[in-house]
């Protein structure tokens, strides 16, 4: 799946090998000797090269790319289009790698697009000063310790998408860029990895050209960089299936049978994940992290796993994320906080357990490239417990208590994920079993006691905030919310600009469906009722009002009522109908 992105998101050192082939040798004998459990392994006589501050690279493409975990991408950057600058981050320098190397990544891919850079036409030079830019970014990050995975970016949908139609000429610029990339980088460390295309697309051809387009191109860049000599005679090579997708078992193999052809132990196969279309964007009715969404996760990387990994051939999965989240050029969090940190909390699960290296995609969205501080602090420590062990989540992580009437008990479920849990705090203060809370089984219940007390004057919102901690990994979050049903107010205006006026009243939205009084879908997703957050329609929490969008507005049918559900996190529902008729539109609450 091709990631989307807003435009406003969606940028070697020389080898020494005289006598170190021996040390390495006579260094990994002494660690075998002593049995010291090491990250990396050392490179064999003839393939071994000095790395970043004497680090050696291993020799076997699987431990290589092993000691590349975790990676993260320095997106909506050298990739941007026109310039480095042009998708709101700023110029790349060694603080950004220090940032990112500080918290434990240890290789970087740096995606380039080349095309606005080069001449369209033969012999389809690449402006020097940008090519000497690359190098530099791509220096620093090595200086920094860090593998480095570099690829041929955007080009992949900008001229690289028409070999069908354009054969020869698309080759042949493919085949200059290659040439010019593999020169400039010859002597730089085997920890730079070179990475064929991102996420190759062809259009107007069919599934047997699409898997033969690809194939020539791949070896194509094979054979160029093996010829240009220097550490490129055996730099680890990266290749892609068509749109770097996991998805369709049909491509994995085509992958795995053109590695196997191409006969070199040094390659790599890349796909990308950013996990079940309808959660990653939020359409559809897929709020939750449930089980249909966790089968899609668990399921595409024991595909990784068994096309590849077990065959002896790394993956590296060059892009995931979720599409619309965390994106900090949005004032909604399209898909809610919790059951994103659940989607992250497994995706490292499913690496470690699938022997599978992880590029988390960034564009600017994690680090702040301006001040160099991660956005989301318990995001950044569900990502990086990941790594190393399982964390346990539950149910929710909000509490829902009404502003009215008795206070009961209210009851969630834990995902103990193999651990144990411990207890619940409110800051430093314990929670107490048995008056507090109880726990049956994977029964987490907050007691009417605890409640009362934690929800004070009863104000909406949040009134505190708990942490139920296990024996590994974050606590997980728990924000104790009062609230009532949320109140809609009729309201008029245009298909252009359409607001319904609304006190949330301490809840937040999860969804809205849309339907005709037939019971037909209304709206631009018309194969659902339930329609795309943030494109179909979005809260306004700050100005108390539900948008409509010009979208989801000039989709619907002109004189035809649509009811539209709200769904809300406590479980409420708030029905309203909205009529266009021409240009303007209504909305009542009857």
């Given at each position: ?40 392994a ?23 790319v ?9 997106g909506?950057?050298?990739?941007a ?5 042009s ?8 603080a ?6 500080a ?22 030079t ?9 190098k ?19 080009d992949?949908?900008?001229?690289i ?15 200059a ?28 051809a ?16 094979h ?13 680890f ?29 040094n ?42 990994v ?11 994320s ?10 909604n ?11 992250f ?11 599978v290296?992880?590029a ?17 602090a318990?995001?950044s ?24 009437g008795?206070?009961?008990?209210r ?18 203060t ?7 809370y ?58 252009n600009s ?36 943030d ?9 108390n ?36 008729s ?8 009857s």
């Open positions: 799946m091709q990631q989307i992105r807003p435009p406003a998101r969606d940028p070697g050192r020389r080898s020494r090998r005289h006598g170190f082939e021996r040390v390495a040798m006579l260094v990994l004998a002494l660690l075998t000797a002593v049995g010291l459990a090491v990250g990396t050392f490179a064999a006589p003839g393939h071994a090269a000095p790395a970043g501050r004497g680090k050696v690279v291993p020799a076997n493409a699987m431990d290589a092993a000691a590349m975990q975790p990676s993260w991408n320095l909506n950057t050298l990739d289009i026109p310039d480095e600058t998708w709101g981050n700023p110029l790349t320098t060694k950004t790698f220090d940032a990112v190397k918290q434990g990544f240890r290789s970087v891919r740096i995606p380039v697009t080349w095309s606005n850079h080069q001449s369209a036409t033969a012999p389809y690449i402006d020097p000063t940008y090519m000497s830019r690359v530099q970014v791509v220096d620093l990050a090595l200086a920094d310790n860090l593998y480095v995975v570099l690829n041929v970016h955007h992949s949908w900008q001229w998408n028409k070999m069908a139609t354009d054969h020869d000429q698309v080759l042949a610029r493919f085949n860029t290659w040439d010019q990339i593999a020169t400039k980088f010859r002597d730089s460390s085997r920890q730079l990895l070179f990475e064929s295309v991102n996420e190759p697309v062809f259009d107007n069919s599934d047997a050209q699409k898997t033969q387009l690809l194939n020539e191109l791949n070896t194509s860049f054979s160029i960089v093996r010829q240009k000599g220097g550490e490129n005679a055996t730099r090579l990266v290749l892609p299936t068509q749109a770097s997708s996991p998805d369709d078992q049909r491509v994995m193999d085509e992958l795995a049978t053109a590695i196997s052809s191409l006969s070199d132990a390659l790599v196969a890349t796909v990308h994940y950013y996990s079940f279309w309808p959660f990653s964007v939020n359409i559809a009715g897929y709020t939750r992290f449930d089980a249909e969404v966790q089968k899609n996760l668990t399921d595409t990387f024991a595909r990784m796993h068994d096309t590849f077990a065959k002896g051939v790394p993956v590296y999965l060059g892009e995931y979720l599409l619309s989240y965390p994106d900090y050029t949005r004032t969090d399209i898909v809610q906080r919790g059951e994103a940190l659940k989607y909390e497994a995706v490292g699960y499913a690496a470690r357990v699938n022997g290296t992880t988390l995609w960034d564009a600017g969205s994690f680090l702040n490239r301006n001040t160099l501080q991660w956005r989301y318990a995001l420590a569900q990502i990086k417990s990941s790594w190393t062990t399982r964390s346990g989540t539950a149910s929710s992580d909000r509490v829902f208590v009404p502003k009215t008795a206070i009961t008990a009851t969630l479920t834990l995902n103990l994920n193999g651990t144990t849990f411990q207890g619940l705090w409110q800051g430093s314990r929670l107490t079993q048995g008056r507090d109880t726990v049956s089984g994977s029964q987490l219940t907050l007691t009417a006691t605890a409640l009362t007390r934690l929800t004070g004057n009863r104000d909406y919102g949040v009134n505190a905030t708990l942490q139920a901690r296990f024996s590994s990994g974050v606590p997980w979050q728990l924000d104790v919310t009062t609230y009532d049903t949320p109140v809609l107010s009729q309201a008029s205006g245009t298909t359409f607001a319904v006026p609304t006190q949330f009243r301490g809840d937040t939205l999860a969804t809205m469906e849309a339907k005709y009084a037939d019971g037909r879908n209304a709206g631009p997703a018309d194969w659902t009722s339930y329609q795309q957050f494109t179909a329609f979005a809260p306004d929490y700050s100005g009002a539900l948008t409509l969008t010009p979208a989801f507005l000039n989709a619907v049918s002109d004189g035809t009522p649509v009811t539209l559900t709200f769904h809300f996190w406590s479980g409420a529902t708030v029905t309203y109908h909205v009529t266009k021409g240009g303007s539109v209504t909305g009542t609450t």
